[in-house]
């Protein structure tokens, strides 16, 4: 009997990067890791902390510097590369650059025969995980952007603060569309145990005063304030990339709101957006199609037509 290891690949060493290699090894989630940067004394310097950690987690990690030409037999290629925004710039800014950056790292990976999963978190991620779709070649189900992952997370964590401290894992619904200023709420789908936030939001004073506009807006600029105290985010998308990959792996046909292509789907084509979808060992199994509300399909499809704009600039 022969046992395959699973094998994941990161490109970029900064602290997203480093952050998704310390939960692959904290979660036992994978048999060996390859770090890549374009800075290799840093790649080296990351795999040799993450090597000196491994002694205290429950399995062991083997942690290697790598190259392009070494994804050829990876399961995962995580990409993290980018250029941070700048102050009074949006995600989208970062396009041009992000754009380059990613001709320089997927067309060698591709060369070196790789088939297996890219999980992309490089910003404008939307636009980032539809390009590589395109330049790969690859199936959709297997180009996944971690979409608004952490946004529903987000969400969920500002919900529980007016629903006495609830635990978030108790809260089922979504943020979708970009990630990034334009998402939006399916406040419709949005339940409390089972149980209609909306219904909840008429039953209770306190909650009859929130302004879910201000909600939604708040949800979107969570990462900024993590940004103007600390300088960047990273231990939620982290979070995220990994929960995603853990899905792949253990088939857990797990829920989650990635950005991946719609067909069809919420009325949209040829678009990678944050919607609910179900992960397992193909990547992308199906994608939930929910039953918005016709001022929820308005947003919806404004958030689309701004990622439309962007996606313009590279075809």
């Known amino acids: 009997m022969s046992v395959k290891a699973r094998k994941v690949a990161i490109v970029g060493c900064g602290l997203v990067g480093s952050s998704c290699a310390y939960a692959l090894v904290n979660q036992c ?46 399961d995962v290629v995580i990409i993290t590369a980018g250029p941070p925004p700048k102050a009074g710039q949006t995600r989208l800014d970062t396009l041009e650059v992000s754009i380059k950056i990613c001709d320089s790292i997927v067309n060698p ?44 997370v987000r969400l969920k964590n500002i919900l529980s603060r007016y629903l006495n401290n609830i635990d978030t894992r108790s809260i089922q619904g979504f943020s979708l569309g970009e990630h990034g200023d334009s998402q939006m709420v399916p406040w419709s789908k949005i339940t409390i145990a ?59 046909n797990k829920v989650i709101p990635v950005s991946t292509l719609l067909e069809g789907e919420y009325g949209q084509n040829d678009i990678y957006m944050g919607v609910p979808a179900i992960i397992g060992k193909n990547g992308v199994e199906s994608i939930i199609d929910l039953d918005l509300k016709d001022e929820e399909k308005e947003k919806f499809n404004k958030s689309a037509l701004i990622l439309r704009e962007y996606i313009s600039k590279i075809k």
């Open 194 to 252: 089972g149980k209609s936030f909306l219904s909840l939001k008429e039953e209770n004073p306190i909650l009859s005063k929130l302004d879910l506009d201000s909600i939604v807006k708040e949800t979107a600029k969570a990462g900024w304030e993590i940004y103007k105290r600390k300088g960047t985010t990273y231990y939620g998308i982290a979070g995220a990339a990994v929960g995603i990959i853990k899905s792949i792996f253990h088939d857990e």
């Open 109 to 152: 990976i591709m060369e070196s025969g790789f088939n297996g999963f890219f999980i992309l978190v490089s910003n404008p991620v939307d636009i980032i995980s539809y390009y590589v779709w395109k330049i790969s070649g690859l199936p959709k189900q297997r180009v996944i952007g971690t979409g608004t992952a952490i946004d529903t």
């Open 29 to 74: 989630v994978c048999e060996e890791i390859l770090m890549i940067d374009i800075n290799e004394e840093k790649a080296k310097g990351e795999a040799l902390d993450l090597t000196q950690s491994v002694e205290y987690m429950p399995l062991r990690t083997k942690i290697n510097v790598g190259t392009y030409k070494d994804c050829k037999d990876v």
